[in-house]
């Protein structure tokens, strides 16, 4: 009874654990320290998609390089306490943590104490992210609704719907109005 028991817990764990993309620490891609943080009440209501209109990137140290650059953009120009992204996804397919799960992000007016922010390296104006990508994207959702980070009924939003700007690009915004939790 009782290894039956586990093996039930352990399956429970690993199907839940299952639906969630690879995502690359901090420490692993080299984040700096950040400034400062807030913390973020879980689960939310919203997740918020962004491009980074950049340059793509493919390989893991591509990435990992771009995301340097967002997070020194943000931090020193901007002056954001942090990378503002919640997450940011590479066309390799990996997720980088960026504020996770429970930091208040700097990445959408009127949506940043209430949202993950997710941003998708490169600039998606006249096409779309590949499709490891957009499956991490979209696992990234299923795996913080899964954990309770994100709320079951929650609304999708590109960044333009909080601001005037061409963020997520014409391209994403376009597919991510097709996605089943947009708007709602």
Not at 66 to 95: A, C, P, R
Request: hydrophobic fraction near 35%; charge should be positive.
């Amino acid at each position: 009874m009782i290894n039956f028991t586990f093996l039930i817990i352990a399956l429970s764990f690993s199907s839940t654990k299952a639906s969630c993309p690879n995502i690359v620490s901090r420490a692993e891609w080299g984040a700096r320290a950040p400034i400062g943080s807030s913390e973020m009440s879980n689960p939310v209501p919203y997740v918020v998609i962004h491009h980074g209109a950049t340059a793509a990137c493919a390989t893991k140290s591509s990435c990992i390089n771009l995301v340097k650059s967002y997070q020194i953009l943000h931090m020193d120009t901007n002056k954001w306490d942090d990378i503002g992204y919640s997450f940011i996804v590479g066309e390799d397919g990996n997720v980088y943590e960026g504020r996770g799960w429970s930091r208040v992000g700097a990445h959408a007016p009127g949506f940043n104490t209430n949202s993950i922010g997710i941003c998708i390296i490169g600039d998606f104006t006249s096409r779309l992210p590949n499709s490891l990508a957009l499956n991490a994207v979209k696992n990234l959702i299923e795996c913080g609704v899964s954990l309770g980070k994100i709320k079951p009924t929650y609304s999708l939003r590109g960044h333009r719907d909080s601001s005037a700007t061409e963020c997520p690009g014409n391209t994403l915004y376009t597919e991510i109005r097709k996605w089943a939790q947009y708007g709602l």
